[in-house]
């Protein structure tokens, strides 16, 4: 009889992996612990059997019940669960937001103010022969501080605080400067890429601060590129976000990766220069840190300086927004509020 309860678990096994549907699944069951099942006869049958036997045949039949039971049990919660999917991938609609838009008196979606900026910014650089990159939120210490010539312990690591992992070694990216590392190291220059993207730093909020911003990265690598050609290209980027043109001025900057480094700064769109919020009562927004890219990044990314030099530039994106639309608080563009998303529809 144990010959038996092995050939039924054998039979169960091969007919358990052909099952597809719940109707198969049931009709299974039946058949196998049903009250006229395989298992219950065999359950009922062992009263004929050798009294000494009985005990190890009934243990085992048992055993073989119950894990008839769970496995079926398992897979019809795995099929209920397919079924629902497949039924709410059918009759499915994001009921609040249709709720939302018709309480408002809205009628449809647009773009988030920062993605039509993005894509914007994005074919001005295309149509100067740029790539378009991405890169992870989720960085390593090396290409967010190290390759960027930021060693542990370099006070720029201060200014730039953020979200770790418990490992210490990822953390959300600061800034989109590691998609130049990553750009180097899949690139071969001369080369030309702008990478995009969100980034993270652990700071207290403001009009115009966030701790989640949008970045664009820029760089350049040739041979002989000088500062006559970062500003060329970050002048013809400019006048071409702003439709007009905007008064620039040029800071000496530091940041770690570039040297020389620079601050390029815009007359505030939102005041005119008088002063305000936004531009914390300066007239002068900072938009667009850059600079000739230091040695050591080049170094890093496997790029010879002796042979090849460049510039890059990061762009805050959220400012830019904030500009064009004449938005006085960064906190907006998070905010999800459907009456101040409705209002940018192009791209
Ligand atoms: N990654 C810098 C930051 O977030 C911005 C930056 C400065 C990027 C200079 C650059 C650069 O590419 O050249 O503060």
Known sequence: MLKKIEELQQEFRTAFEEVKTKADLLNLKADFIGKKGKISKILKSLKDAAPEERKTLGAESNLLKTGIISQIDEKLKALNIQEMNEELSRVWQDITLRDSVRDKGLTSAGYHPVSIIQREIEDIFISMGFDILDGPHIEDDYHNFEALNTPPNHPARDVQDTFWFSDMVHLLRTHTSPIQVRGMESKKPPFKFVGPGKAFRNETT?????????????????????????????????????RRTVDVRLRP??????????????????????????????????????????????????????????????????????????????????????????????Y
């Open 206 to 242: 403001d009009a115009s601060h966030e701790f989640v911003f949008h970045q664009l990265e820029g760089m350049m690598v040739d041979k002989n590129i000088t500062v006559a050609n970062l500003i060329y290209f970050m002048k013809t980027l400019l006048s071409e976000i702003f």
């Open 253 to 346: 900057g530091f940041f770690p990766f570039v040297e020389p480094g620079f601050e390029l700064d815009i007359k505030c769109l939102i005041c005119g220069g008088d002063g305000c919020s936004v531009c914390k009562q300066s007239g002068w927004v900072e938009l667009l840190p850059c600079g000739m890219i230091h040695p050591n990044v080049l170094r890093h990314g496997g790029i010879d300086p002796d042979e090849y030099n460049g510039f890059a530039f990061g762009l805050g994106l959220d400012r830019l927004v904030m500009m064009r639309y004449g938005i006085d608080d960064i906190r907006l563009l998070h905010a999800g509020d459907l009456r101040f998303q409705s209002q940018f529809k192009a």
